[in-house]
Every structure is written in structure tokens, then in C-alpha cells.
């Protein structure tokens, strides 16, 4: 009988404990990094994860420890899920303990401020390997929802398709199930952006502008979204699957999407300060709005709704002010 496969996911986050489940439902031996030595203690000896998965009880065959290394050790498998911009100090701290081979995956969904960079880009910067060792998992995949073992589809992404379905393989379970893909940089796109408009839906929801807004903003945000993918080399077709328009929906649509909420609350008159203060998790897209920007207009590309979003939250403009120049941008060909 062969030995299971073992995981280590650093980063015990509502996302990062959720896909440690759906590993060890899969039959993975997991190993969870806890940054604070008390949540790994509780983990451990509650079986559940009280500051980000309250009441979801956590698999046997998945364990917590404060220690990057023994976390590290033997893994197979090393998924990153932390705040995308902690990835390059942290994971420069935790190269010296990977273990030969592993493949390491992101579950991470944004692009480095500065850089540019996409987190599959910044992970083989940091730890020195090469694309067939680097992984993408993305999709419409709400914690909360997959916590509670609720029917969701995902992508598991690598250069090496043969690497990808190693992946798949080991995160398939009846309730989860992952498609492969090669089209990391498509994949990476879609879910970086997609939390960039999933604000301005928010924004909008918060300002009560109706059904058909959201609808034009999801379908023109993925019009931004691909026409930004094609210029770095994606897949157009990636963006009309599930690491595109299933995640941007999912998003754009759930109360249980951080960047969403934290539109809302916008939207409804609060300041970046106070949306910030009751919002307990990191929404990705409040500074990945201001790298995708950046990374747009090094390559040229106009992305009208990631500037209007950045001028809301990062410049304080009145998001009826901002909506009234969005509004009235020169009329122009659909497909343009």
C-alpha cells in the first residue's frame, strides 16, 4: 500500500483550512502552519479552526503546528495561502525548509504591489523553481461553503499538465471537483481581477443601483479582465470558464465574498478606514486594484472599471462622482 500523499498549507485563513479539508477528505496526510502557536493549539485539540472556521469540525488526518519546518517536512504538496502581499518576505523565510520536489501551489488571488508581478511570478523569483513546480488553484470556491462540503468546481492550473493532475488527483472529493488547465497566467488573471471588480459591484449593490448595473459590470469587468490576458499571452477562452467568469460571478454575487462586502460598505458612505476596521479579513482586491492598474498600463491596456475602483478606494473619490465619469466615457464598439 502506498503512502499517502502529504500536504502542508501555510496559512490557516477560512480559505487555507477550507482547502486543507477538501486534501484530507481526499486522503491526504495535512499539515497546517499556524503564524500563532495558540490557533495551532486549538486546532489540534478542538478540531476546529475558532478564528476564521467557527463550528466546521476538521478532519483527523489534519494536524496544526506554529513550525514552518515541520509544517514543511516531506510535503509533497506546499500550499501557500496567505495575503498575497506577505507572499515574497514569508516565503523567502520558508525556502530553506522546502522539501526537494515539492510542488508548490497558490491559493492566493493577487498581484504584487511594486512588481506587478502575478503570485506564480513571485513564487519562482523566491524559491528559485521552475514553472512545472508551481500550481494554481482558483474558481468560484467560497470558504465558507466548501467548510460546509457544499458542491463546488475548481481549477488546479500548472505549465506541466502531468503536475496538474497530480494535484487534481489529490484534491478530488465528491463534493469538490477540480478541472486541469495549463493557462496559469489566464487563471492567475482571472482570479486576481475578479476581486477588483467584485468591489465595484459591491460599491454598486452599496449604492443601490439595481440588477441591470451589476450585470453590465460583471460582463464589462470581464471584457477588461481578458483584454488585459490576451496582452500577457492567456488563454481567452480560460476567461469564460471557471477560473473566469465562475469566479467573478460567485464573487460578485455572494454575501459571503469579502471583496464584495467590503464594496457594500462603501458604497453605503463609509470611509476606507471604517470598512477597513470591520472587515476581519483580507480583501484582496483593496490592493490588487492599484497593481492590476499597474501592470495594465505598463502593457497599455485601458481598464476603465480597475481605475474608477482605485479612485474610490485609494483616492477617496465619491463613488457617485466616479460612477457619473464611467458613466459617461466616449461611446464605443462592444468588442473594442
Not at 486594484?289 to 499597474?294: A, F, G, N, T
Request: proline share 5%.
Amino acid at each position: 500500500m502506498s503512502n499517502p500523499v502529504k500536504a502542508a498549507v501555510m496559512g490557516t485563513g477560512s480559505w487555507g483550512t477550507a482547502f486543507g479539508m477538501v486534501l484530507a477528505d481526499a486522503g491526504c496526510e495535512v499539515t497546517l502552519w499556524a503564524r500563532r502557536a495558540e490557533l495551532a493549539e486549538a486546532v489540534n485539540s478542538t478540531r476546529t479552526n475558532p478564528d476564521y472556521l467557527p463550528g466546521v469540525e476538521l478532519p483527523e488526518n489534519l494536524r496544526a503546528t506554529p513550525d514552518a519546518a515541520e509544517a514543511l517536512h516531506d510535503a509533497d504538496f506546499t500550499v501557500l495561502a496567505i495575503p498575497s502581499q506577505t507572499l515574497r518576505g514569508n516565503l523567502a523565510e520558508w525556502t530553506p525548509l522546502l522539501t526537494p520536489g515539492t510542488v508548490l501551489v497558490s491559493l492566493m488571488k493577487g498581484v504584487e504591489l511594486g512588481s506587478a508581478m502575478r503570485m506564480s511570478e513571485v513564487i519562482e523569483d523566491v524559491a528559485k523553481v521552475g514553472q512545472d513546480r508551481i500550481a494554481v488553484v482558483t474558481g468560484p470556491n467560497l470558504a465558507r461553503e466548501i467548510a460546509a462540503r457544499m458542491p463546488a468546481a475548481a481549477v488546479v492550473a500548472c505549465t506541466d499538465e502531468s503536475v496538474a493532475q497530480r494535484l487534481q488527483s489529490a484534491c478530488h472529493t465528491p463534493y469538490f471537483r477540480p478541472y486541469t488547465e495549463t493557462d496559469v497566467v489566464g487563471c492567475e488573471l482571472g482570479g486576481a481581477v475578479k476581486n477588483v471588480i467584485g468591489l465595484a459591484v459591491g460599491i454598486a449593490d452599496g449604492m443601490g443601483l439595481g440588477d441591470n448595473a451589476k450585470g453590465s459590470l460583471i460582463t464589462r469587468g470581464l471584457a477588461e479582465t481578458a483584454r488585459l490576458g490576451v496582452v500577457l499571452g492567456a488563454n481567452p477562452l480560460t476567461f469564460s470558464g471557471l477560473a473566469g467568469l465562475g469566479d467573478l460571478v460567485a464573487t460578485c454575487s455572494s454575501p459571503l465574498s469579502r471583496n464584495h462586502t467590503f464594496g457594500t460598505n462603501l458604497g453605503k458612505g463609509m470611509t476606507l478606514e471604517e470598512t477597513i476596521a470591520v472587515t476581519k479579513q483580507t480583501a484582496e482586491g483593496v490592493k490588487s486594484c492599484e497593481s492590476v492598474l499597474d501592470l495594465a498600463r505598463r502593457h497599455g491596456v485601458d481598464m476603465p472599471i480597475t481605475e474608477t475602483v482605485v479612485g474610490i478606494v485609494h483616492e477617496g473619490k465619491p463613488p457617485v462622482v466616479a460612477l457619473k465619469e464611467l458613466m459617461s466615457r466616449s461611446a464605443k464598439p462592444e468588442r473594442r
